[in-house]
């Protein structure tokens, strides 16, 4: 690592103490919703970021996740950032309409290790696009 790296990751740590912003220190998303890692936008507004998985699942793979590291998963909605996930979730409706996904569609969210989730960052995969396999639930 170089002196100029180093002194960038020392100043990244301290405005993340600052902030007591620790969740999302080496967050994927966060870094994604703060514009520093690329992704494929579909839609972004002042909370609220949706944009194509790196490995659809299906012919329309979205994910739309809150721009603050509000909730690792949804076991940690609340009454404090429950209003976000009901505004998500009308984004969500409104992505549905845009993407054509009128013959219907799926809604996830993996939570924790026997939900096999990757990313503590609390997110919502829309699928749709074709007959989707059998449900789990
Ligand atoms: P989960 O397994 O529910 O935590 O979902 C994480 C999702 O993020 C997976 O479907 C991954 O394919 C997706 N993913 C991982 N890295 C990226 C990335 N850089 N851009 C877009 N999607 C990603
Ligand atoms: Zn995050």
């Known amino acids: 690592m170089t ?10 740590l301290f405005l993340y103490i600052e902030r007591n ?4 220190m080496d967050c994927l998303f966060c870094e994604i919703a703060k514009g520093n890692i ?4 579909v839609y972004e507004d002042e909370t609220v970021l ?13 994910l739309v996740i809150p721009k603050e590291h509000i909730a690792d ?8 950032n429950s209003a976000t996930v009901a505004h998500i979730f009308e984004i969500i409706a409104k992505i549905a309409k845009e993407q054509e996904l009128d013959n219907g569609f799926r809604v996830i969210t993996n ?5 096999a ?8 995969h ?12």
């Not at 949706?50 to 329309?60: E, L, S, Y």
């Not at 989730?117 to 919502?124: A, E, K, S, V, Y």
């Open 3 to 12: 002196a100029g790296a180093f002194r960038s990751a020392v100043q990244k």
């Open 21 to 24: 912003d620790f969740k999302s």
């Open 38 to 41: 690329p992704s494929t936008k």
């Open 50 to 62: 949706a944009f194509k998985d790196i490995n659809p699942m299906a012919p329309v793979h979205i």
């Open 73 to 80: 998963s949804a076991a940690d909605i609340t009454p404090e």
């Open 111 to 115: 939570s924790g290790e026997d939900g």
């Open 117 to 124: 989730q990757t990313i503590n960052h609390i997110h919502f």
């Open 126 to 137: 829309i699928l749709g696009g074709k007959k989707l396999p059998e449900k789990m639930a």
